[in-house]
């Protein structure tokens, strides 16, 4: 698959690929589950759009070794994403007088990638201050709304929806609302800043952030390949082919990653590591 067909999928624009749970990524995510007594219905069903689209967006992390993982795809509430990350733990750092939080696992390989980078004259910084690491679950409701309510009152002017179903999306519990603005983008109503893209390659949605799983750290030097080299021998990888400076750490060596399901996509000059989900059936 090219890029240009990839997005085109992730965009809404094409229907999703039938049998994809015989894809390698499916069978790799399912084998990784087993081992923590999971099953790939239960954390992810099939039938199940916002799920669905999430595990294509944001799934690679599902694969990760040697870290604490959600056991759903997408965590649906604030008490959840507290549960799991107080289980987890967190190891706070200051970088650039910025306080980035991340798994202990995950923070250690971080740091060794920064000495790493120093000491080769490269910088390696978090982009977008303390958001660049662990986020809350209203961080995540927040930044949805800030797609998500624009984007209603521009179809609304664009004659696309009315008034009344608008107020009705407004209402909706987060899992409907967002299964729903899904629904809406397949008939070309995208609900990104710019509203020409999924809304999913724009912000995730509420639970289903990898920043929540505190996996994820943003990088203001994400586009010299040279930082992004020196992550990589440290376990960190670009994995969401729409975020550019969203690195995540999976703690494999990037010769292991094929075998976790997981292809690797160029674009815009950088290497992404996405979800393999070509059906293999």
């Not at 099939?46 to 944001?58: G, H």
């Not at 521009?154 to 009315?162: I, K, Y």
């Amino acid at each position: 698959m090219s890029v240009e067909e990839f997005q085109k999928r992730e965009n809404g624009c094409a229907p999703l690929a039938r049998g994809a749970e015989g894809s390698p990524f499916h069978a790799a995510l399912g084998r990784a589950l087993v081992r923590r007594g999971l099953s790939l219905e239960t954390f992810c069903p099939a039938a199940d759009v916002l799920t669905r689209r999430v595990l294509e967006e944001y799934g690679a992390m599902f694969v990760a070794e040697g870290v604490a993982l959600p056991d759903a795809c997408v965590l649906e509430t604030e008490e959840a994403v507290e549960r799991f990350q107080r289980e987890a733990g967190w190891r706070a750092e200051v970088m650039d007088g910025e306080v980035v939080e991340l798994q202990p696992v995950a923070m250690a390989a971080l740091l060794d990638a920064r000495e790493e980078a120093a000491q080769a004259g490269l910088r390696l910084t978090p982009r977008g201050g303390s958001e660049a690491g662990r986020r809350s679950f209203a961080d995540s409701l927040r930044l949805w709304r800030s797609r998500c309510d624009p984007a209603l009152e521009h179809w609304c002017g664009e004659g696309r929806l009315d008034g009344a179903e608008a107020e009705r999306l407004r209402g909706l519990p987060l899992r409907e609302q967002a299964s729903a603005v899904l629904e809406l983008e397949r008939g070309g109503v995208f609900f990104s800043k710019y509203f020409d893209k999924s809304i999913l390659q724009s912000v995730a949605a509420p639970g289903a952030s990898q920043h929540l799983a505190m996996l994820a750290f943003d990088v203001a030097e994400f586009q010299d390949a040279r930082v992004g080299a020196v992550l990589a021998r440290h376990g960190w990888f670009q994995t969401v082919l729409s975020d550019l400076p969203h690195f995540t750490y999976l703690g494999l060596a990037e010769r292991d990653l094929p075998a976790r399901g997981l292809r690797r996509v160029e674009s815009a000059g950088q290497t992404f590591w996405v979800p393999d989900m070509e059906s293999r059936q």
